[in-house]
């Protein structure tokens, strides 16, 4: 299974520690503004969009990574 999800991953973590270190360098953070940061990147990533919603280019409806975090988090508040 890891075969086949390696790329993601591999490319996930490129991503974070791109848009980590580029404008930190090598600055040193407390744990708290370490948090802030990696929270700010968690945002932007998952806010890319995945896919379109449709194939009509007049609709702009795309697909996010939080949308689908979201749509999860509705699912288990609503689950009894």
Known sequence: VLGVF???????????KYHLFRPLGSEVLTFEELYTVLSRIETF???????TLSSNLSN????TSFILLLISWICD????
Request: charged share 10%.
């Open 45 to 51: 990533l998952n806010s890319r969009h995945l896919s």
């Open 77 to 80: 508040c609503f689950s009894l």
């Open 6 to 16: 390696g790329g993601v991953w591999k490319s996930a973590v490129k991503s974070i």
């Open 60 to 63: 702009l409806n795309i697909l």
